[in-house]
């Protein structure tokens, strides 16, 4: 399944490359949004929470409210996952939270999990040169992707699995390391970092893998229609 991206930034619809260069920006937030209403699901994610710089919190709980929705981006509290979850969205997503001193936060994920469930729980593991990156992919910690997906897999309903060499890049994402994500968790598992085509989406949902899809869309590289267009 292919699931279509809303990245929030200083109020605007944004496309990044490797996480810091703009590539794309549009003002028009309802455009997307309308856009993308018919599609099962769509990732919403609060890049200036994500980073420290900000939120877009009110524009969040907006398509919270119009959209199916998983949301993430600066979700370092359960009251915020909880805001979240009461404007509409159907999950929330946890990255950097999920790690303390270099290694999983166990004890957070699971207050996590009692709070708001497991099924409403997405576990975001992102990789950058082989090791989990987080703050922003700015800091890169001494553990791998599988290793991370293995100490998280009894508090979250799902993960998110970010290719972040691949990320905006356009030259597609890397499949084998996706895969080795798939084969560590009987969990769900969604992928983004650099998907590009139809054919890339097709390899990974026959692996069982949903595929997160930002910049090929906005570019047009990749002509998309919800299911049943």
């Given at each position: 399944?292919l699931?279509?991206?809303?990245?929030?930034?200083?109020?605007?619809?944004?496309?990044?490359?490797?996480?810091?260069?703009?590539?794309?920006?549009?003002?028009?937030?309802?455009?997307?949004v309308?856009?993308?209403?018919?599609?099962?699901?769509?990732?919403?994610?609060?890049?200036?929470?994500?980073?420290?710089?900000?939120?877009?919190?009110?524009?969040?709980?907006?398509?919270?409210?119009?959209?199916?929705?998983?949301?993430?981006?600066?979700?370092?509290?359960?009251?915020?996952?909880?805001?979240?979850?009461?404007?509409?969205?159907?999950?929330?997503?946890?990255?950097?939270?999920?790690?303390?001193?270099?290694?999983?936060?166990?004890?957070?994920?699971?207050?996590m999990?009692?709070?708001?469930?497991?099924?409403?729980?997405?576990?975001?593991?992102?990789?950058?040169?082989?090791?989990?990156?987080?703050?922003?992919?700015?800091?890169?910690?001494?553990?791998?992707?599988?290793?991370?997906?293995?100490?998280?897999?009894?508090?979250?309903?799902?993960?998110?699995?970010?290719?972040?060499?691949?990320?905006?890049?356009?030259?597609?994402?890397?499949i084998?390391?996706?895969?080795?994500?798939?084969?560590?968790?009987?969990?769900?598992?969604?992928?983004?970092?650099?998907?590009t085509?139809?054919?890339?989406?097709?390899a990974?949902?026959?692996?069982?893998?949903?595929?997160?899809?930002?910049?090929?869309?906005?570019?047009?590289?990749?002509?998309?229609?919800?299911?049943?267009?």
């Amino acid at each position: 399944m292919l699931i279509p991206a809303i990245d929030l930034k200083d109020g605007a619809v944004v496309q990044l490359v490797q996480g810091e260069r703009l590539a794309i920006r549009d003002d028009d937030v309802s455009k997307w949004v309308h856009r993308f209403e018919r599609f099962p699901k769509v990732q919403v994610i609060d890049l200036d929470a994500a980073m420290g710089t900000g939120d877009n919190l009110a524009i969040v709980r907006r398509i919270a409210g119009q959209l199916t929705c998983r949301v993430g981006g600066g979700v370092r509290t359960i009251e915020r996952a909880l805001d979240i979850l009461a404007a509409g969205a159907t999950a929330v997503i946890a990255g950097s939270a999920l790690f303390k001193g270099g290694q999983p936060d166990i004890e957070f994920a699971r207050r996590m999990a009692d709070a708001i469930g497991a099924d409403r729980f997405i576990a975001a593991v992102d990789s950058k040169g082989g090791q989990v990156v987080v703050n922003g992919w700015k800091t890169s910690l001494p553990v791998t992707a599988v290793d991370a997906v293995r100490a998280l897999e009894p508090y979250c309903g799902e993960f998110l699995y970010t290719h972040v060499d691949a990320e905006g890049l356009m030259q597609g994402t890397n499949i084998p390391a996706i895969l080795d994500v798939r084969r560590a968790t009987s969990r769900r598992v969604t992928a983004a970092g650099g998907i590009t085509t139809q054919e890339e989406i097709d390899a990974l949902d026959a692996n069982g893998v949903d595929s997160v899809v930002g910049m090929a869309v906005y570019t047009g590289k990749l002509r998309v229609n919800a299911p049943g267009d």
